[in-house]
């Protein structure tokens, strides 16, 4: 029996060994091919792979079957992050999509097959619906010849097209980067060096430990990047996925700084040094400061359900200057709608550089003017049947109060989302991917923001006694 392939929100992904076959490999990207083909005969496909024992192998495997479909099946040369695929689609009229072979954010024990279109961003949801149901049962014997190209090289000198970069060359920054053994390693240490930014890279080679650090930029798999940045006395640290599509950051003091604090930062960096001005688009798990922020600088906000799949459909409606979502995932519509994790770094270097400040000073004011904010993530492994259970019961639930608190607003949009009146909220959501609900709060403190992780949990686990 063939195996069901499912797209999360980011791709499909699968257990190298498990799903994750060359039959599967054959089957997802057959499906991937005829879809293009239909109406884009003889186009260019990108395929790209990052770092992971297996990834290259299945790029090649995929590109032949994409080149049987008829299509030119351009492979690149090296391990590359994701945004330069996207780089690529997004900037060659000749290309119809790409394919990423990728682990990304999971630990070293998957791979899986990201999708991209014409666009370089990811697709709709119905088109992805509509892939993901054409995908054959059995897998195709065609095959077709690659042809490689370097499309790393075009991605990186792409990071500075609109940078100041004289501004980072006299900042005198020192850098702690790590790429988490990712196809993003090497690669920010390169174009940062000769504007003399001095850069420690951590995890950028392959070591006997790259099997148990999982690449996905929170804590505690950040752990050694808030280390050596207290150690080497760095002004910040950086950090990517396995991918270099995700990220967040370390401050100078050790603090770690999650993704959504550093779409606060360069959002409020892209309206004052690049007079941007836009709608800005985010998930349900958008920080409140960026959501004063936003208020404060007249931008409209356009809140998404959870995956970057909905920010993607909101940003080629056009007007949109930054996308973001809760896993780290940050996008500029004015490159191509989809993540991009090192430019979103390079923006932060520039911000660094002009207001001549430490990444912690630039937090510090953030809490100063908006107000501090705790954020968390917390996820609660259950069985099948129970997260189904509860996905049914939970349009249903209505808390009228957690912690002493009643919600000023509910919401079942995705998930059960609550609201307080000093703009806190806890959010509970069924993954559509595994038998897990996550549980997000953000807080004015750590302590009211860990309450509310508690209480969700007590929600999840039916032993809470508000509803």
Same mark, same amino acid.
């Given at each position: 029996?063939?195996?069901?392939?499912?797209?999360?929100?980011?791709?499909?992904?699968?257990?190298?060994?498990?799903?994750?076959?060359?039959?599967?490999?054959?089957?997802?990207?057959?499906?991937?091919?005829?879809?293009?083909?239909?109406?884009?005969?003889?186009?260019?496909?990108?395929?790209?792979?990052?770092?992971?024992?297996?990834?290259?192998?299945?790029?090649?495997?995929?590109?032949?079957?994409?080149?049987?479909?008829?299509?030119?099946?351009?492979?690149?040369?090296?391990?590359?992050?994701?945004?330069?695929?996207?780089?690529?689609?997004?900037?060659?009229?000749?290309?119809?999509?790409?394919?990423?072979?990728?682990?990304?954010?999971?630990?070293?024990?998957?791979?899986?097959?990201?999708?991209?279109?014409?666009?370089?961003?990811?697709?709709?949801?119905?088109?992805?619906?509509?892939?993901?149901?054409?995908?054959?049962?059995?897998?195709?014997?065609?095959?077709?010849?690659?042809?490689?190209?370097?499309?790393?090289?075009?991605?990186?000198?792409?990071?500075?097209?609109?940078?100041?970069?004289?501004?980072? @060359?006299? &900042? =005198? #920054?020192?850098?702690?980067? !790590?790429?988490?053994?990712? /196809? *993003?390693?090497?690669?920010?240490?390169?174009?940062?060096?000769?504007?003399?930014?001095?850069?420690?890279?951590?995890?950028?080679?392959?070591?006997?430990?790259?099997?148990?650090?999982?690449?996905?930029?929170?804590?505690?798999?950040?752990?050694?990047?808030?280390?050596?940045?207290?150690?080497?006395? @760095?002004? &910040? =640290? #950086?950090?990517?996925?396995? !991918?270099?599509?995700?990220? /967040? *950051?370390?401050?100078?003091?050790?603090?770690?700084?999650?993704?959504?604090?550093?779409?606060?930062?360069?959002?409020?960096?892209?309206?004052?040094?690049?007079?941007?001005?836009?709608?800005?688009?985010?998930?349900?798990?958008?920080?409140?400061?960026?959501?004063?922020?936003?208020?404060?600088?007249?931008?409209?906000?356009?809140?998404?359900?959870?995956?970057?799949?909905?920010?993607?459909?909101?940003?080629?409606?056009?007007?949109?200057?930054?996308?973001?979502?809760?896993?780290?995932?940050?996008?500029?519509?004015?490159?191509?709608?989809?993540?991009?994790?090192?430019?979103?770094?390079?923006?932060?270097?520039?911000?660094?550089?002009?207001?001549?400040?430490?990444?912690?000073?630039?937090?510090?004011?953030?809490?100063?003017?908006?107000?501090?904010?705790?954020?968390?993530?917390?996820?609660?492994?259950?069985?099948?049947?129970?997260?189904?259970?509860?996905?049914?019961?939970?349009?249903?639930?209505?808390?009228?109060?957690?912690?002493?608190?009643?919600?000023?607003?509910?919401?079942?949009?995705?998930?059960?989302?609550?609201?307080?009146?000093?703009?806190?909220?806890?959010?509970?959501?069924?993954?559509?991917?595994?038998?897990?609900?996550?549980?997000?709060?953000?807080?004015?403190?750590?302590?009211?923001?860990?309450?509310?992780?508690?209480?969700?949990?007590?929600?999840?686990?039916?032993?809470?006694?508000?509803?």
């Amino acid at each position: 029996m063939s195996t069901i392939i499912h797209f999360g929100t980011g791709g499909w992904y699968a257990r190298r060994d498990g799903d994750f076959t060359e039959e599967n490999v054959v089957r997802l990207a057959d499906a991937a091919a005829q879809m293009w083909s239909r109406t884009d005969s003889g186009a260019i496909v990108y395929i790209g792979y990052d770092t992971r024992e297996g990834a290259e192998q299945a790029a090649r495997l995929a590109g032949m079957v994409v080149a049987g479909a008829g299509l030119v099946a351009m492979i690149s040369d090296r391990y590359t992050p994701t945004s330069a695929l996207s780089w690529a689609i997004a900037n060659d009229p000749r290309a119809c999509g790409g394919l990423m072979i990728t682990g990304s954010n999971h630990s070293s024990d998957y791979l899986g097959i990201k999708v991209r279109m014409a666009d370089g961003g990811t697709g709709t949801a119905d088109v992805i619906d509509a892939l993901e149901e054409s995908i054959p049962l059995e897998a195709t014997e065609a095959r077709g010849p690659l042809i490689e190209k370097d499309i790393v090289s075009p991605y990186l000198e792409s990071l500075f097209s609109n940078i100041d970069t004289q501004a980072i @060359a006299e &900042a =005198g #920054l020192q850098l702690v980067y !790590d790429p988490m053994y990712g /196809s *993003a390693r090497g690669y920010l240490p390169a174009v940062l060096g000769p504007l003399g930014v001095q850069t420690i890279e951590i995890h950028g080679t392959d070591e006997p430990d790259a099997q148990t650090l999982r690449p996905e930029p929170i804590e505690p798999w950040v752990d050694d990047c808030e280390r050596m940045v207290l150690s080497s006395k @760095a002004h &910040a =640290g #950086l950090i990517c996925d396995g !991918d270099g599509s995700r990220i /967040s *950051a370390v401050d100078e003091r050790g603090r770690y700084i999650d993704a959504h604090r550093v779409f606060t930062l360069v959002l409020g960096h892209l309206v004052k040094h690049h007079g941007a001005h836009g709608r800005v688009a985010m998930g349900l798990t958008g920080s409140i400061q960026t959501r004063r922020m936003a208020r404060e600088l007249g931008l409209p906000l356009a809140i998404k359900p959870i995956g970057f799949k909905y920010i993607y459909e909101e940003m080629v409606k056009g007007g949109v200057i930054i996308g973001g979502e809760e896993t780290g995932g940050i996008g500029f519509p004015e490159r191509f709608p989809g993540r991009d994790g090192l430019y979103a770094h390079v923006l932060l270097c520039e911000m660094m550089a002009k207001e001549h400040k430490t990444l912690g000073q630039l937090i510090d004011e953030l809490d100063e003017h908006y107000g501090p904010v705790a954020y968390a993530r917390r996820d609660i492994r259950l069985q099948n049947e129970e997260v189904e259970m509860l996905r049914t019961l939970m349009p249903g639930l209505n808390p009228q109060n957690i912690v002493g608190r009643a919600p000023v607003h509910v919401s079942h949009r995705d998930g059960l989302r609550m609201e307080f009146d000093d703009e806190s909220w806890l959010l509970l959501r069924p993954s559509g991917t595994e038998p897990v609900v996550r549980i997000y709060a953000e807080a004015g403190t750590i302590e009211l923001r860990d309450e509310m992780l508690e209480a969700g949990t007590a929600i999840v686990k039916g032993e809470y006694g508000g509803i």
